[in-house]
């Protein structure tokens, strides 16, 4: 048997089970997203027969867990295509220009690389005292890190250069403290953000921000959830509010009733009221 359509076939008996007992729905899972990690999950556990996972789930209930850590991708880096960040930059000057404060939502934060680069342009701006960062995410260990603030040398040494590009003006090894290979995000950039678990579409709604910011996680959804987690955010935005999404993510064909696109190259959206 094809090795992809069987893993196919075990992922949907794995959604059913889990489903059933433990009222985890993975539905809304991109059915591809879903095979190739069932297919990295049954390597790392040496699970040699894919109906094996069947018993172990209803035997035991934290493979389950597992399962579900194992679809949450943790990754993300300071800077991620810079243009974005200047962009949002330059948004996030006019709304407070404008308004005189500025309310932001970063959805799916993962380590905080990018919530951190985001606030570190917006104090070189001056905007930083006048700006709510809100920055959830599903995964535990993931948030643990954010809050921390703790990243790696290399990661700081590796983005300055998308730094640059991204509008900054200063030196960006000045907003961490080093020690060793650590560095530790100031707490003049790390005490501006929220830092709370949060799981869109699912638990309730924050409201009147100006400007959401989720990247690269509605590439794992189906077309059904996106347009679910894209309604959860049109809800949560203020009037003429902004949604941002990674350059590999675009709102074409799905949710995108009232939305206006401001840059289609960086996936930048406005809400028409």
Not at 131 to 156: E, P
């Amino acid at each position: 048997m094809n090795g992809s359509l069987e893993i196919n076939r075990t992922g949907i008996a794995i959604k059913k089970i889990v489903k059933e007992l433990y009222n985890c729905n993975l539905d809304g899972y991109h059915e591809h997203y879903l095979e190739r990690r069932l297919s990295y999950f049954f390597q790392k556990h040496g699970i040699s027969k894919h109906n094996m996972i069947r018993d172990l789930i209803i035997n035991e209930p934290q493979v389950t867990k597992e399962i579900q850590k194992e679809l949450q991708i943790c990754y993300t880096r300071l800077f991620r295509e810079p243009s974005f960040f200047r962009k949002i930059g330059t948004l996030s000057k006019a709304i407070c220009q404008k308004k005189g404060s500025l309310r932001i939502w970063h959805v799916g934060c993962s380590n905080g690389a990018e919530v951190y680069s985001l606030a570190i342009l917006l104090k070189e701006q001056e905007l930083l005292k006048h700006t709510s960062i809100y920055a959830t995410d599903i995964n535990d260990k993931a948030l643990l890190q954010a809050g921390k603030g703790l990243l790696n040398i290399k990661d700081i040494k590796e983005a300055t250069q998308d730094y640059s590009i991204a509008g900054g003006n200063s030196h960006l090894l000045d907003y961490f403290t080093i020690s060793g290979e650590s560095a530790l995000c100031k707490s003049s950039i790390l005490n501006q953000i929220k830092f709370a678990k949060h799981e869109l579409g699912k638990d309730h709604l924050f409201h009147e921000f100006d400007i959401i910011i989720c990247r690269n996680m509605l590439i794992y959804y189906q077309n059904f959830h996106q347009i679910k987690l894209i309604q959860a955010m049109k809800n949560s935005l203020s009037k003429d509010g902004y949604i941002g999404l990674s350059s590999c993510e675009s709102l074409e064909g799905i949710a995108n009733e009232n939305l206006k696109t401001i840059d289609s190259g960086d996936n930048i959206y406005q809400l028409i009221s």
